[in-house]
């Protein structure tokens, strides 16, 4: 790998832009997550499907490791080129098609950022479904590579659910256009669906055709506080009875507390609780707030809260969960994103309780996450005192009780982060060998030479 030099880029891949500098193979070979040490070979920026097949044809003539690279936002590692890979942005393939009315779509090509899509439908008075606090940096490639959630997924679903068509390049270079932009393809193996969420490691994702929705119109946003997990499912239930949700998210009291330090905002509620529940839901009347809001205290489900007045105050309250990531993240704590059936939620939480008082007592845990879907991020902070090596052992050794946890409960290690090189190594706790051998032969299919992304997800 080093003997790529200028001459070898230009050799074999002409006409391909590249990049060697010191500060681009830092930051391209790394992402949120900062797990390893970026260490790429070289930096490739393809501009069309062709040159994407042209590089994919010279790595495996080459024998030579790729890295499918979007906005690198993610935090289990998939996007970490470590070890001289080449990595290969798809910045540069960032066409976003007018939409298409009629079939209420938009085609976009990978390196488009998540946010212009939110924004181009909304011109169009429209409405794309997915957001999370990242959509202002990550591109919709790797949005489907990891099969994105965020915070309206038990309204809109997954990216998985946007994606109406797809186009790429498989591990052996050919070109793929995956169904078309259609709604009713009943033609075999959906190959689509093969792809997303498979993390780079089959094919490189070069564009999209994305559903888009009707405009949701006024959305008010519900601030609760709620005195501790038992009440969750409950309130969640009577919540969707009553409104037309969006999203519903939870946080405890030492989420607020850090992001209040970090983006110097005051406390969302006069009197802290142990726990809060942001909703978010289609507009309804005052009188409609009221009445839910009593028969929530009657049933002591909820001890006091706010409802957003105005966009911008919906926006203030978004930001005592949406920042809750980015006001930890300096402190590197080690993260988990699990999830459960719905159903399942109340015991997953009351065993973690356990776990963490047992095997945690000195580490600050926070929990937070779309308690709507199931899925709680679970960060634990590293005490000042303690090596990073030692931190990361530990909470490893916790890790496998957790997992045992999450595997009686048929739940999953990874609910929207992805796999990666984070949590590789525990994928038996929520697949089977069976289904883990299934995959490396479906792998060995569209990447024989095992040239996209060696070392992640299997
Ligand atoms: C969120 O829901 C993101 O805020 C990040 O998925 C979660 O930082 C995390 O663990
Ligand atoms: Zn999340």
Same mark, same amino acid.
């Given at each position: 790998?080093?003997?790529i030099?200028?001459?070898?880029?230009?050799?074999?891949?002409?006409?391909i832009q590249a990049?060697?500098q010191?500060?681009?193979?830092?930051?391209?070979?790394s992402?949120?997550?900062r797990?390893? /040490?970026p260490?790429p070979?070289?930096?490739?920026f393809?501009?069309?499907q062709e040159?994407?097949?042209q590089?994919?044809d010279?790595?495996n003539? /080459?024998?030579?490791a790729?890295?499918?690279?979007?906005?690198r936002?993610?935090?289990?590692?998939?996007?970490?080129? #470590?070890?001289?890979?080449? *990595?290969?942005?798809?910045?540069r393939?960032?066409?976003?098609?007018?939409?298409?009315h009629?079939? #209420?779509?938009?085609?976009?090509?990978?390196?488009?950022?998540?946010?212009?899509?939110?924004?181009?439908?909304?011109?169009?008075?429209?409405?794309?479904?997915?957001?999370f606090? #990242?959509?202002?940096s990550?591109?919709?490639g790797?949005?489907?590579? +990891? &099969?994105a959630?965020?915070?309206?997924?038990?309204?809109?679903g997954l990216?998985?659910?946007?994606?109406?068509?797809l186009e790429?390049?498989s591990?052996?270079g050919?070109?793929?256009?995956?169904n078309?932009?259609?709604?009713? &393809?009943?033609?075999?193996?959906d190959l689509r669906?093969?792809?997303?969420?498979?993390?780079?490691?089959l094919a490189?994702? +070069?564009?999209?055709?994305?559903?888009l929705?009707?405009?949701p119109?006024?959305?008010?946003?519900?601030l609760?506080a =709620?005195?501790?997990?038992?009440?969750?499912l409950?309130l969640?239930?009577?919540?969707?009875?009553?409104l037309?949700?969006?999203a519903?998210?939870?946080f405890?009291?030492d989420? *607020?507390?850090?992001v209040c330090?970090?983006a110097?905002?005051?406390p969302?509620l006069?009197?802290?609780?142990?726990m809060?529940v942001?909703l978010?839901?289609?507009?309804?009347s005052?009188?409609?707030?009221?009445a839910?809001f009593?028969?929530?205290?009657e049933q002591?489900?909820v001890?006091?809260g *706010?409802?957003?007045?105005?966009r911008?105050?919906?926006q203030?309250?978004?930001?005592y969960?949406?920042?809750?990531? /980015?006001?930890?993240a300096?402190?590197r704590?080690?993260?988990?994103?699990?999830?459960?059936?719905?159903a399942?939620?109340p015991e997953?939480?009351?065993?973690?309780? /356990?776990?963490?008082q047992?095997?945690?007592?000195a580490f600050?845990v926070?929990?937070?996450?779309?308690?709507?879907?199931?899925?709680?991020?679970m &960060?634990?902070?590293?005490?000042d005192?303690?090596?990073?090596?030692?931190f990361?052992?530990?909470?490893?050794? =916790?890790?496998?009780q *957790?997992?045992?946890?999450?595997?009686?409960?048929?739940?999953?290690i990874?609910?929207e982060?992805g796999?990666?090189?984070?949590?590789q190594?525990?994928?038996?706790?929520?697949?089977?060998?069976?289904? !883990?051998?299934i995959?490396?032969r479906?792998?060995? =299919?569209?990447?024989?030479?095992g !040239?996209? &992304?060696?070392?992640?997800?299997?």
């Open positions: 790998m080093s003997d030099d200028k001459l070898w880029l230009h050799q074999h891949l002409p006409g990049s060697q010191a500060d681009d193979l830092a930051s391209y070979g992402d949120w997550s797990l390893r /040490e260490a070979a070289a930096v490739l393809p501009q069309h040159q994407v097949a590089i994919i010279c790595a003539r /080459e024998g030579l790729l890295v499918p690279s979007g906005g936002t993610g935090l289990s590692g998939g996007a970490i080129a #470590a070890d001289g890979e080449l *990595v290969l942005s798809l910045e393939m960032r066409q976003l098609d007018p939409v298409n009629a079939d #209420a779509s938009v085609r976009v090509e990978a390196g488009v950022v998540t946010a212009s899509i939110q924004q181009q439908a909304e011109r169009a008075g429209l409405f794309y479904g997915v957001d606090a #990242a959509a202002g990550s591109q919709i790797g949005n489907i590579a +990891t &099969n959630g965020g915070i309206r997924v038990l309204r809109y990216t998985r659910d946007q994606v109406l068509g790429a390049v591990g052996k050919e070109l793929l256009q995956l078309h932009g259609l709604i009713k &393809n009943a033609t075999g193996y669906h093969l792809l997303i969420g498979s993390e780079g490691t490189v994702i +070069t564009a999209a055709t994305l559903k929705w009707p405009d119109g006024e959305r008010q946003v519900l609760l =709620v005195d501790g997990h038992q009440a969750l409950p969640f239930m009577a919540a969707r009875q009553a037309r949700l969006s519903f998210e939870f405890t009291h989420c *607020v507390r850090h330090a970090h110097g905002l005051p969302p006069e009197q802290a609780a142990g809060y942001l978010e839901c289609d507009a309804v005052d009188e409609q707030v009221a839910l009593e028969q929530l205290v002591q489900l001890s006091d *706010v409802i957003s007045q105005s911008q105050h919906a203030q309250l978004w930001q969960r949406e920042r809750i990531s /980015e006001s930890i300096a402190q704590p080690y993260k988990n994103d699990i999830a459960v059936r719905i399942a939620v997953l939480l009351q065993q973690l309780d /356990e776990l963490i047992r095997h945690y007592p600050e926070l929990w937070y996450g779309h308690i709507g879907d199931g899925n709680i991020h &960060n634990v902070l590293k005490p005192d303690l090596s990073p090596a030692a990361k052992q530990q909470c490893e050794l =916790v890790n496998e *957790v997992f045992d946890c999450i595997q009686r409960l048929a739940g999953s990874s609910a982060h796999v990666g090189l984070l949590k190594p525990w994928l038996q706790y929520s697949r089977t060998p069976v289904e !883990i051998d995959m490396r479906i792998k060995s =299919v569209l990447d024989p030479g !040239i996209l &992304n060696p070392g992640k997800l299997l």
